[in-house]
């Protein structure tokens, strides 16, 4: 099984760190892990990395959206455009254009699942009266692209269902 993750390791020390731990414990089991570094805001690095994975394996099974950009969090009072398409293009359009590069290997095998990670954030908004002042403004971004998140699996699954991809 080819798994796909996008996590936030888009450094290479981290990254090396996060493979070795894991490859350790992969391969008392019979698997191996293997890593690349992914910079969901590039779209060429979005497109490398899929096709590296299946040049290496020959497919790809699952792939688990699951990065998030937080340096770019905002509260509506605090928000600028800029900070908005900065995060918007990590933890939406990135994930968005990364499933739409996978799907190009999941669609002619007609098989795979696609996992995007959310949040509660995603199915609720956040119950103010109940944060502490310390907690301060909730950022309006997050929750929005959580909810993104959510619409979006909907979308696939109803889209790409017909190719036995499961989202």
Do not use: C
């Not at 731990?21 to 391969?27: A, C, S, T």
Request: proline share 4%; no cysteine; net charge negative.
């Amino acid at each position: 099984m080819v798994i796909l993750l996008s996590a936030a390791a888009t450094t290479a020390p981290k990254l090396v760190e996060l493979v070795s731990e894991l490859d350790g414990w992969l391969r008392q089991q019979g698997y191996e892990a293997w890593g690349m570094a992914l910079d969901l805001s590039d779209d060429d690095s979005i497109k490398v990395l899929p096709k590296a994975v299946f040049d290496r394996f020959g497919r790809i099974d699952i792939l688990v959206n699951n990065a998030v950009d937080r340096s770019n969090l905002t509260s509506l009072a605090d928000a600028t455009r800029q900070k908005l398409q900065d995060s918007a293009s990590t933890n939406l359009n990135g994930q968005i254009l990364l499933s739409q590069a996978v799907l190009e290997y999941m669609i002619p095998a007609e098989k795979g699942s696609i996992i995007n990670i959310s949040s509660m954030r995603g199915l609720d908004s956040p119950h103010f009266p109940f944060y502490p002042e310390s907690m301060g403004d909730q950022p309006v971004n997050y929750t929005t692209e959580k909810w993104a998140m959510v619409g979006l699996t909907k979308y696939m699954a109803g889209r790409y269902g017909k190719h036995h991809i499961r989202v």
